[in-house]
C-alpha cells in the first residue's frame, strides 16, 4: 500500500467512524500548581455501574496528553445543545480556554464548566495505552445532570436533537407536545372533561421550535427537550402530531401536575393515540431503552434511537 493510500484509508477510517452519532464532552483536570486544562472529546464511553467507572480517549499527539496521563484525577463534562462554542474553544489552540468562562472546582479538583447537561468528578482508575492514543478510565466519585438537552456529534458536525422538528413537518396543522419527565413521573393536565394531556402546541408562524419553548414556560420553564419521541398523523382530523421527550430537574410545575407513571391506568386520557404513547414511555422510561414511533394514530412502527446504560 502506497503513503497515499495509506492516508486515504485513514481519512475513510475517520469517516466510518463519525457515521456513529455521539455527545460531546469537555474532559477536564488541573495541573498540580491549579492551572485549569481541558480538550473537547467524543470518545465518552460508561463502563461499570459497581465500580462506577466511564472511559475517554486522548491523543497522544495532543499537548494535554502528558498532563493527564499522569493526572491522578478528571472530570467529564456533558455538554448542552447551547454550547457549541465551548466545544470550539476546547477543540482548537488557545492560551487560556478558561478565561471566559464560567467553572468551578469540583472535590476531586477538578474544573465542572457551568450549564452542562450533566459532569462526572472522577479519579484515575487506569490508562490503557490503544495505539494512537491512549484510554483514560475514570472511577466516579461524583456527579450530576441538570436534565438539559445534550449536544450532539455526527460526521464531522454538531446537531441539536432537540431542534430537529422542522425537518419531520409535512403537513399544515402540527400540533407540537412534550412528554416532561422528572424521576418516574410525567407532567400531565386534565381537560374540562376530566380527562388527562400532555402539554400541546398547535404550531404558528413562529415554527415548532418557538413552541416548545412556549410550552415549557408555560408549564416547566426549566424543561429542555432530549429529542423527538413520536411522530404521526391522525388520518381523522388531518393534523400531524410531534411529541418531544423532555426532562427537567425541578419536581413541580407551573401548570398542570405531575403523576406517577404507575398511576397511569388510573387515569382516562383525552385518546387512545396518547395513551399508547405513555404506556410506551412508561415502560421504556424503565428500561432506559427509546425509540421513535413513526406512523398515524392507530399503527407504526417504533425505531430504537438510544440506550442509556448510566
Not at 52 to 78: D, Q
Not at 214 to 220: D, P, S, W
Request: hydrophobic fraction near 40%; glycine fraction near 6%.
Amino acid at each position: 500500500m502506497s503513503e497515499m493510500d495509506s492516508v486515504n484509508k485513514i481519512r475513510e477510517l475517520r469517516d466510518a467512524f463519525g457515521s456513529f452519532m455521539t455527545g460531546v464532552t469537555v474532559v477536564t483536570t488541573c495541573k498540580d500548581d491549579g492551572t485549569p486544562l481541558g480538550f473537547t472529546a467524543n470518545s465518552f464511553a460508561s463502563v461499570s455501574l459497581d465500580p462506577a467507572l466511564l472511559l475517554v480517549s486522548i491523543a497522544k499527539t495532543s499537548s494535554n496528553y502528558h498532563n493527564f496521563a499522569n493526572a491522578s484525577h478528571f472530570a467529564i463534562n456533558i455538554l448542552a445543545e447551547e454550547q457549541k462554542d465551548v466545544s470550539n474553544t476546547f477543540a482548537r489552540p488557545s492560551d487560556d480556554r478558561f478565561a471566559n468562562l464560567a467553572w468551578t472546582t469540583s472535590a476531586c479538583q477538578n474544573p465542572v464548566i457551568d450549564q452542562v447537561s450533566a459532569w462526572f468528578d472522577c479519579t484515575t482508575y487506569q490508562i490503557v495505552d490503544a495505539g494512537d492514543h491512549a484510554i483514560l478510565i475514570g472511577q466516579v466519585e461524583g456527579f450530576a445532570s441538570a436534565g438539559f438537552a445534550g449536544l450532539g456529534y455526527y460526521r464531522g458536525g454538531y446537531f441539536t436533537p432537540a431542534k430537529l422538528s422542522a425537518e419531520v413537518i409535512s403537513g399544515p396543522k402540527v400540533v407540537i407536545s412534550a412528554i416532561i419527565g422528572h424521576e418516574n413521573k410525567i407532567l400531565l393536565e386534565q381537560t374540562a372533561e376530566q380527562k388527562w394531556t400532555i402539554p400541546h402546541l398547535l404550531v404558528d408562524k413562529d415554527g415548532a421550535d418557538k413552541a416548545l419553548d412556549k410550552i415549557f414556560a408555560q408549564y416547566q420553564p426549566d424543561a429542555s427537550a432530549s429529542f423527538i419521541y413520536s411522530v404521526y398523523e391522525n388520518i381523522e382530523n388531518q393534523q400531524q402530531y410531534i411529541s418531544f421527550l423532555c426532562n427537567t430537574p425541578i419536581a413541580h410545575a407551573t401548570k398542570g401536575q405531575f403523576i406517577d407513571l404507575n398511576d397511569l391506568e388510573q387515569l382516562t386520557f383525552v385518546d387512545s393515540a396518547l395513551e399508547s404513547m405513555l404506556m410506551r414511555y412508561r415502560k421504556e422510561n424503565h428500561l432506559k431503552t427509546y425509540g421513535v414511533y413513526y406512523g398515524n394514530q392507530t399503527s407504526g412502527t417504533v425505531r430504537q434511537i438510544v440506550k442509556e446504560e448510566v
